[in-house]
């Protein structure tokens, strides 16, 4: 993950928190209806997805703002979405909370190992807060302060 990119994955209300692993994090697989309703959602609103490998299916641009779908062979799988703070975020924001909300889930922000209801001011203060957003208001300072 680039400095500038934010992240932030869909988990199902009442579901375990995500588990953090030295590889990153995992979430408890959405139910294949979820993410059929995920994939509908997101393919009227971004358009058709590309697959960046087999059963992960991308919605925007890889270097950009995206929101990612993987499926398993069982029809079950995740959704996240990487968020480029050096482009406006103005149209990405709201779009991950409605999609959160039509799915019943919560936005696990990995980076702070949280879970934030899907509300538009959970979500924007999460990300003005974030690294990426820091990293992006002052590249010099944010690279020279201390850990």
């Not at 588990?19 to 959405?30: F, H, S």
């Amino acid at each position: 993950m680039a400095l500038w990119q934010f992240d932030v994955a869909l988990t199902l209300r009442g579901s375990p928190s995500p588990v953090v692993t030295d590889e990153g994090y995992e979430t408890t697989p959405l139910p294949e209806l979820v993410v059929a309703r995920a994939t509908k959602y997101l393919t009227q609103h971004f358009g058709q997805p590309w697959e960046m490998m087999p059963r992960w299916f991308v919605f925007g641009q890889e270097d950009g703002n995206r929101f990612d779908v993987l499926v398993e062979e069982t029809g079950v799988g995740a959704v996240s979405v990487r968020i480029d703070a050096r482009a406006y975020a103005g149209h990405v924001l709201p779009r991950v909370t409605e999609l959160a909300e039509l799915l019943g889930c919560m936005l696990y922000v990995p980076e702070r190992g949280i879970c934030l209801n899907p509300t538009k001011q959970e979500l924007e203060h999460a990300f003005s807060e974030s690294r990426a957003a820091r990293f992006v208001r002052d590249p010099h300072a944010f690279l020279t302060e201390a850990p």
